[in-house]
């Protein structure tokens, strides 16, 4: 037997059928009617015995003689024993139960799909080994006959009983992964070949580990066929921001939201995405969900039209709706200073990294009137303290931290704990006080924001 870890990766191969009872036709006698089910038609297989034999190991045989309709994908006996023999199993009694159970339900899918009605794309199968107790998916490709998830190929099809049809496959399907899945669809080659690239094992490794879940937005091979790199980022650290660790993060749980990636800043700090959910599902506004919810055992695949480059503090700034009057200040109403290219620099080539304070649209509505360009240069100077990545964690517990200097040349103080609801209170540049930091450590490459509840002035007196 191998090791714990990858014995688990053999419980997510098992799959399962889905037995239900039908009706045969009326013999004009007023007798009983005969049914033929799926397992019927299994048992009457010499080629399925060892299918049979799961079956009744597992409990499933009565469980699974239902009304249906079901889609069988039946493995060969000699598929059974390939899968036994891989998986270092003597027998199929050496099989965990609860892993033989999710194992056979992976080779079940609701409804009846005849081999003219299947397509290519995913489908759900009736395994509940996904993350969070999710319905497994199943990929089917039709390009060359029909094949699930890149491993079982489809040798006889449509073999119809009352509750459903049976396709008999050539392989176990095994339960994926996130890995699996991604080799397994054409469209992913791309991320795959940059995964793997130069022999790393790194990304495979980590992404086949069922110890914790992931989430992953993966670019198809379109998005990697136009992504330019702009920044010259270290590709591994790209890819590294397509994933979330520690948790899998279906479409119905997103909203517009920060969430903290893998990929990290020269301090090793987190880098953030911005997830909008407003039209659809977008990441820091420049890459759109176009599948949803691949559902593999440690996790779950969101395929994405545009490869997510590392973000700098304007990425969030512009990609977050609630800065938007703030990206109006920085950008139409100051043509005179480039505040975007000042705030975009990184990897030293500027005044980088920044702790940027930044103003919700309710703190510049606030205002009496946002000010004239020239007086509205420094009060946007003096929510931006250069040269240094000041996170919450940074800042003196249960006392006053005072500021470097801002790019406008006044500083200003934080006090934590905050009061009214304010993870800390602020005291500006002019003395006044009331103002509070309502969200902290929105990371990116070349800095950090927190997010205030009213905008700053700087002092004007000096």
């Known amino acids: 037997m191998k090791q714990l870890t990858n014995f688990f990766k053999i419980s997510l191969v098992l799959s399962v059928f889905v037995i239900a009872s039908c009706s045969d ?5 007023g007798t009983d009617m005969e049914t033929t089910t799926i397992v ?62 999710q194992v056979l339900l992976n080779h079940v899918v609701s409804g009846e799909n005849l081999s003219s009605s299947l397509s290519t794309g995913y489908i759900s199968s ?38 459903g049809v049976v396709h008999i496959v050539d392989a ?21 070949t940059a995964l793997t690239a130069d022999n790393n094992t ?83 506004a420049s890459s759109n969900v176009a599948i949803a919810d691949i559902v593999a055992v440690n996790g779950v695949v969101h395929a994405v039209d545009a490869v997510i480059d590392l973000p700098s503090v304007v990425t969030f700034a512009a990609a977050d709706p609630n800065f938007s009057t703030l990206v109006q200040a920085l950008t139409d109403l100051t043509p005179s200073v480039n505040f975007v ?61 005072t500021t470097p200097a801002t790019l406008e040349g006044d500083t200003f103080t934080i006090t934590l704990p905050g009061t009214d609801g304010n993870i800390a209170d602020v005291t500006d540049g002019a003395g006044n006080d009331g103002i509070g930091i309502i969200a902290v450590d929105v990371q990116a490459k070349n800095g950090v924001i927190h997010v205030l509840n009213t905008v700053l002035i700087p002092d004007t007196t000096n």
């Open 40 to 101: 019927d038609l299994a048992v009457a297989t010499n080629d399925l015995s060892i299918l049979v034999d799961a079956l009744t190991s597992a409990n499933l045989a009565g469980t699974l003689e239902g009304d249906g309709p079901f889609t069988v994908f039946a493995p060969t006996n000699s598929a059974f024993e390939a899968f036994l023999e891989a998986n270092d199993f003597a027998s199929l009694e050496d099989v965990p139960n609860d892993v033989l159970t």
């Open 202 to 284: 790194t990304f495979t490794t980590l992404l086949s580990s069922t110890i914790t879940d992931f989430t992953v937005f993966a670019p198809v091979n379109a998005a990697f066929g136009v992504y330019t790199n702009p920044n010259s980022n270290d590709i591994n650290d790209v890819l590294s921001y397509h994933v979330i660790s520690g948790d899998a993060a279906f479409s119905d749980e997103l909203m517009n939201m920060y969430v903290s990636t893998a990929a990290t800043n020269a301090d090793g700090d987190a880098l953030s995405q911005y997830i909008n959910t407003d039209d659809g599902v977008s990441i820091n």
């Open 341 to 401: 290219e000042v705030l975009s620099a990184q990897d030293g080539n500027g005044n980088d990294p920044f702790t940027v304070f930044a103003p919700t649209n309710d703190a510049f509505a606030a205002l009496s009137a946002i000010p004239a360009e020239e007086d509205l240069i420094p009060i946007l100077q003096h929510h931006v303290v250069a040269g240094a990545n000041i996170r919450s964690s940074d800042l003196t517990a249960d006392g006053t931290t």
């Open 126 to 163: 009736l395994s509940t080994a996904g993350a969070e107790g999710r319905n497994l998916s199943l990929y089917i490709n039709i390009s060359t006959g029909v094949t699930i998830n890149g491993v079982a190929d489809v040798v006889t099809e449509d073999i119809q009983a009352d509750n």
């Open 25 to 29: 036709d009326d013999n004009g006698g």
């Open 172 to 192: 176990v399907i095994g339960l994926p992964t996130i890995v699996d899945h991604a080799v397994s669809n054409s469209e992913l080659s791309s991320l795959v």
